[in-house]
């Protein structure tokens, strides 16, 4: 498809003179307008009485209006913005028989995808039409069947290894149904990844109670302010998580030290945390993610006025419970700014009254109501250990209004006049909790990691004095006597709860598998997205320096024999209260491939994979692009062997996959280290040229050193 942009009076719009892309990236620029000029085929209008355009994968720009014009009519002008870059409009008066022209304006002159007409109006299941339903079903129904049979057999893995403790199910929402039950049989739990910190969100607290199951959290990523970690806990506190495992780093919560004083001034508060539960309710809420996922996607309701519009109002809800003669939660907040939940101690002694602003820039102030029914005698603020004093007018019992800052989370503890009940609660609510759990079906055999030596375990540490001479060499010689040195991991530690110092010097003998003839080997000391030292790392091999910096990644051992026994030491000298290493510690192998070609050679890079640069030589520097591209013929004779292309850069430049032939294969999104390797089997065309696309996540700086395809047998 052949687009051009015009000249234009508004100055606002600039113009670039580039083909349309099919790679979807994306880049912030200033909007533009694209034309193309095509012809309707004289048969359309008997065939398709009815037309739409649809448009798909515009920049993603926060609010921009996208309008859409055709043979001069304005037919449609969406609003771009989160995750949504499509849209779809219907077209039957604009077109014309023979040539029509079609005029978009991009709000980040960028098209990505596709544009096409046709005379199928946008519409999901269960609208779709018999038989494109019973498909569409089918393979909703069978995503569903794999992801849960993917889960079963990773809980029945863990099973084999740890038959007793509680497993965390991570993200569990878009199969929240089997994964529940899978929960239930092999003694799981569901976790949020985050946005239960973000905004309030009880959906995977509710479907565990309803289990007799826990549910945990994480905030997804550390909070900047005060009130932003105010904020995650109040809305755990108040949607009903029962634990918060983990912060990426403790440093996420002691490096603050606005955070860290309110952490450690909250215990009481903080620590309620696993010791209360909310209670089931009378009433369900039923949940559907067979539902959900068949009416999830391509569009969502009310899209264009083409689908119906759902009705989310809770009125009429509320007014059926009340006929039914539901009880309503016996406590709640009157004002709107200031949200409460009612918890139940675990031991079933107290009800837990749970408030908090939710408002993180402005303090507000509310009372804690009693509805009939609950009328306490006493009141006391667990953080304060105080007594709050009730106010008794009539029927209604009540707390005076409480103060609130941004973010501010108050927890009230009154007695429940249910104390005979009391352990045989706490009985069952622990054995749902901590239930046994489904054999295996199959047993598995034991994980092997291939070409992998790990280094972590089994060191041993010798502590150093802060002003100890900053040459250490001498310990790390090969001769030296550790025996009596203490036996650990090269981990990290708390100073000075754990250690009494934040420097130390590590010693750590391996060998070199017997299969690693050929090829190269590498020695990592690495964590996943931070550096494994927040200071200064320093290591030897056999008593010679190879490493100073904050982590090893992919040094060259390759000079390493098979069967070879060495020393490895390395002295860590720390920043902050958490000392050591934060990472893990391991050797890689990597066979020699049986055939290989060399990448190198004349690129032709682009900042934008709309229009491209001159070509440029890599290996090299990387100046600016965002991708390169280049063709290079594959031997037919190579075929059913095993591809892997490897890129090596001089440092983390943002490399995060390549395309073959059109198809997007990713690395991990977390950039670890200045290796990328992957499997592109499947989309290798041997005999035939093959394009190669080398991708980045933005424009940007660095270098790269080598670019191989390697094939295994």
Known sequence: MEWYQPELADDSWPVLTAPHSDIAMFQPRRPAVWHRHFVLPPEWKARQPRTWLYVFSLNRAKDERAPMFLNGKKVGEPVMGGIRNWTVAEVTSALKPGENLLALRLPQNFLGYRVYLTGQAPAQYPRLGELLNAQWADLIRWQAWTRQESVRRSLEAMREVDPDRSVVCMAPDAFISGLEELCQDYGGHFHNTGSMAGWWNESCPMMMRAANLPCSAEPGGPARTLPEFKFFLGNWLTEGVNAVHYFIHIGDVFWNPEIRQWFEEHQPMLAALGKMHVPKADVAVLFDDDVDNLLGWPWKPGHNGY?????????????????????????????????????????????????????????????????????????LDLQTKEEVPLVREGTEVRTPELEFGPADIRIL?????????????????????????????????PYRTPNTLALTADWKIKPLPEDAPADQSALAAPGLDDSHWEKTDLVNWLVPEERATHRALFRRQFTVPAGWQEGEIKLWIKSWIHEAVRGRLRAWLD?????????????????????????????????????????????????????????GGSWTPSRDGLAWDPPATLPGPWNGWSMARRRVPVPAAWSGQTVMIQLETETQCGIFGVMINGRLVRRLHHEVGTVTSLNVTPWIKFGHENEIHITRQSPGQGAIKRITLNFFP
Do not use: M
């Open 307 to 379: 689908l119906s519009q759902f009705n989310h109002s809770t009125f009429l809800l509320r007014q059926i419970l009340a006929w039914l003669k539901i009880k309503p939660i016996p406590g709640y907040a009157p004002e709107a700014q200031i949200l409460s939940t009612h918890e139940v101690s675990n031991n079933g002694l107290y009800d837990v009254w749970v408030l908090f602003n939710r408002d993180r820039e402005k303090p507000g102030k509310s009372s804690l109501v009693f509805r009939e029914g609950c009328r306490p005698e006493r009141c």
């Open 413 to 445: 503890l009154t007695p429940r006049a249910q104390i005979c009940q009391a352990p045989l609660e706490w009985l069952e609510l622990q054995r749902g909790w901590w239930r046994g759990t489904t054999p295996p079906r199959k047993k598995l055999p």
């Open 543 to 599: 008593g010679q320096p190879i490493a100073d910096g904050n982590s090893v990644t992919a040094l060259d051992l390759t000079q390493l024999k098979p069967r070879s026994t060495h020393l490895l030491a390395v002295e860590i000298k720390s920043e902050g209260q958490v000392a050591g290493c934060i990472g893990n510690s391991w050797l890689t192998h990597l066979p020699r491939p049986e055939n290989q070609i060399d990448l």
